[in-house]
Every structure is written in C-alpha cells, then in structure tokens.
C-alpha cells in the first residue's frame, strides 16, 4: 500500500502541474530507440534545375495534429545540410512534435532570395502534407541554426494568418543574423559581412535595398511571428544582433523571448535546446488552449490526492489495530 501511495501522490502531482503531457514524458523516454526519420530525403520542391529535400522525423506515438517544427541548418548561407540537425529532428521527435528537417538551395551560385523562397516553399509543403504525417496545420514552427535563424526571421517577418498558407505561428533563432545593412557612417556591415557578399550576391554597400530585404531586423511589423532569439555573448554573429532585433520587436509590441549566454558558443544546442523547448512547448500550448478542460484535470488530480491519502489511512488504521490485538 505504501507504494500505492506514493504512485498516487505522483500522478496527483503531474496531473496538477499544468502543461504535463503523458505522451510527451512517455515519448521522450524512448526517443533514443525509438525516434528516427520517417521519411528520409522527401522532395518538397524543384526549382533552378536543383531538387529540394527534406527529413521526416515523427514521435512514436499516433497521436493526431501534432504540432510541426522545421528545422533550417546553418552553413554562412553556402553550406550545410539537412543532416547536420539530425539531433533536433530526434530530439523533436521526442517531445511529441513531427519535425522537417530541410535542404536550401545555397549561395553563390543561388543567391537571396532563392534560400528564403526554398524554406518559404517548406512551410506550404508541410502544410499541404499536413494529414499524411499527422500534423496540425495550424502549429507550425521553426528553428534556424546560425545563417538558418536568419531565414526564419525572415519567414517570421511575412504577412498574413499565422496558421495557414506560408506563415509559421512561432519562430527560433539560434544565433541568427538579424541585420545585414552596413553602418551608414563606417559603412561596415553590423554582422561583419562573414558571407552575407556571396548570401546577397553583392556588397551589402552596394545593394543595401537588397540586403534590408534579407534582414528581418528590417521586415519587422506589428504582425511579425513571436520569436525566440539566442546567442552567445562571445561568437560569430556579435550578441548586438539579438539584442537589437529583440528591441525592435518590442517596439512593435511583438511576443518574444531573448536568452544572451555568457562566454563563447555559436549556435550552441547545449544551452539553446532546453529553452528552445520550453519556449516552443508554451507557444503551442497558449495558441490552444482548452477552457472547459483544466478544471476536469484539476479535479482528476484532487480525486488522486483524496483516494491515496484515503487508502493510506486506511492501512495505517489497520495495522494499529493488529499492533493493539
């Protein structure tokens, strides 16, 4: 009976805490066995004589309309591949979300925009597939790893319902680029031009039209995506790119979360997936929300509490009897 008790008392306390998702902590679990890529090397797209593709990742569970994540590797814009994130594919996998891991044609021989209309192509593809592998059409993320969280800045900054056609509800940015446009006084580009020349197809000097195009520090509006940005106070992309971009959208009264990790680690999955996932966890559960059912769970809890504390006295009533006989 002792463990009896002790069960009951720890499903009251998980049913309470709000957010517990049994699937989720059953899924996580078995992630490492379990998880891998359902669809490995799916076309979602040709276009300029180059075909696109992307990986499937799915939870073990069958559990329909999971929310999406797509994954956008980095690579300065000119390399990198889907395989590169094969940890987050799993690792979404495992919290209960299908994730889309996926290719982009690269520069210079495909220069901005072609990468941004590749991942833009991605969204409408994972929608328009959205029952095949049980997705939510109306939940889908996505995370940008280095010159990827540039590109998913730029999705988050397009216009339109958050829940269909080619927006993406939340957004994650891992060391992003936010601001491609050089300094009008030293005319010294604010990321320090690592790439962005071959990224734009141009000095960012010369064409500082195109380069604000490709900057979602630029593109911000009112209706700009929630974002999550972060990044390391000693790496590549300088700390003032997610600092300033976490202003802008304060200014314009965007949702956002900003997390600076002190010392060196570019894009570092160490410390951004924890909060990457807590964060992403809480905008899919804020955007549906079911009123009517947090006070039944809330009651389930109780009810746990009551019957374990009940069948606990019980034993002890018992067993001081038998101590007096």
Known sequence: MRVQYGVGICLAVLVLRPGVDWERAQTAHRA????????????????????????????????????????????????GDKRDVVAQGIQSAAEGWVAFAVNY????????????????????????????????????????????????GDLATQHGPMTSGTRIMAAVSWSGPMNLVPDPETGQGLF?????????????????????AASPYRRVASDTTPMLLTNAT?????VQQAETMAARLAAFHVPHDLHIYSGPGHAEPDKAWPVTVSWLHSRFHDEHKTPWLEPLVIAAGLALVVLSVAGWSRTRTRRSAGTDA
């Open 105 to 152: 044609r690269l520069a210079p021989a495909f220069p901005f925009p072609a990468a941004l209309d590749d991942v833009t192509a991605a969204v409408a593809w994972v929608r328009a597939n959205a029952a095949r592998y049980g997705v939510d059409p109306s939940r889908v993320a996505a995370v940008g790893i280095s010159a990827g969280g540039n590109l998913v």
């Open 234 to 238: 000693k790496e590549l992309v300088p």
């Open 192 to 212: 320090g031009d690592i790439g962005v020349p071959q990224f734009l197809g141009c000095e960012p000097a010369a064409c500082p039209d195109l380069a604000a």
């Open 32 to 79: 490492q066995t379990t998880v891998r890529a359902a669809d490995d090397g799916v076309v979602y797209r040709s276009v300029g004589g180059q075909t696109l593709a992307l990986d499937v990742y799915t939870p073990p569970s069958k559990r329909p309309r999971r929310p999406a994540v797509i994954i956008v590797h980095g690579g300065d814009w000119a390399g």
